[in-house]
Nanobody
Framework: QVQLVESGGRLVQAGGSLRLSCTAS????????VGWFRQAPGKEREFVAA????????GYADFVKGRFTISRDNAKNAVYLQMNSLKPEDTAVYYC??????????????????WGQGTQVTVSS
């Protein structure tokens, strides 16, 4: 069992930066791939980025390439999402999710077994 907790979301102006954190309980966290998803009001949840268990492979949605960077520190049981050049359309609740498919970096939400409660990111124009 893995429990995930997101943090770091807040109100930021357009063009600003945020770093979200996803911290996990459980000794097996380093064997899980982790993804970030987001859901804006009135919209479906969408994939943002993912990282394999070792950090050696990553995947990104096209709309965040060049702006967001996912990384992990297994010694701290943490995965991070560095978000730069934020836009109002990045406003959403951001969720991290763990997948037992340790090398998975894809966008299919049903490939992820554990989900956090989310953290709100609001980008003002």
């Amino acid at each position: 069992q893995v429990q995930l907790v997101e943090s770091g979301g807040r109100l930021v102006q357009a063009g600003g930066s945020l770093r979200l954190s996803c911290t996990a309980s459980g000794r097996t966290f380093s064997t899980y791939a982790v993804g970030w998803f987001r859901q804006a009001p009135g919209k479906e949840r969408e994939f943002v980025a993912a990282i394999s268990f070792s950090g050696g492979n990553t995947g990104y949605a096209d709309f965040v390439k060049g702006r967001f960077t996912i990384s992990r520190d297994n010694a701290k049981n943490a995965v991070y999402l560095q978000m730069n050049s934020l836009k109002p359309e990045d406003t959403a609740v951001y969720y991290c999710a763990g997948s037992g498919r340790y090398a998975y970096t894809g966008a299919q939400s049903d490939a992820y077994d554990y989900w956090g409660q989310g953290t709100q990111v609001t980008v003002s124009s």
